[in-house]
């Protein structure tokens, strides 16, 4: 019985080692994943070819009486593919990241990442070229945010033309 005992033990000791070591490799990955997360202000740039890569997304709501229904990318995947959003799930200091985006006309609206982030907020917004059909007409284009389940349309950017994302200070 003794025998038996210590073999339980020294299985079990085998064991606990084991799962410390595995606990750690993944504190280590989240940590270096973390660290390899922009910490300062990043432009991205509204590069059309990067946008025909992304996966097209589609979202409607009115604005101003108007009814859109349009395809575009999701502003999270638009982040993630320019490098200014890590893909991995947001912690510490990136929930305090914030998207700036601001219209030719002078117009900002603002968006944190985690209420972007799929496995925070997972707010749906869409940058759009396209509504109705239809390229975007003049006053509205060439890019515009669509941001569905808002109460009022006043972050639905027209006329985009940067998007920054810095830390909230």
């Given at each position: 019985m ?32 973390a ?6 202000p ?42 200014a ?15 700036q ?68 200070d």
């Open positions: 003794r025998r038996t005992d210590a073999r339980l033990l020294s299985l079990s000791l085998l064991l606990t080692v084991a799962f410390a070591a595995q606990a750690q490799h993944r504190h280590a990955d989240a940590e270096s994943k660290a390899a997360a922009p910490t300062g990043v432009e991205v740039k509204l590069d059309e070819a990067l946008i025909a890569r992304l996966p097209q997304v589609k979202a409607e709501g009115e604005a101003h009486g108007r009814k859109l229904s349009c395809e575009g990318v999701a502003l999270v995947e638009l982040l993630r593919a320019s490098g959003m890590p893909a991995a799930p947001l912690r510490g200091a990136q929930l305090a990241r914030v998207a985006v601001r219209a030719r006309d002078g117009y900002r609206a603002a968006f944190s990442l985690g209420e972007l982030d799929p496995s925070l907020g997972n707010r749906p917004v869409v940058l759009t070229r396209r509504c109705n059909g239809a390229d975007l007409p003049a006053e509205d284009g060439p890019w515009r945010l669509i941001v569905p389940g808002e109460s009022r349309p006043a972050r639905w950017v027209r006329q985009v033309e940067s998007i920054r994302v810095s830390g909230a």
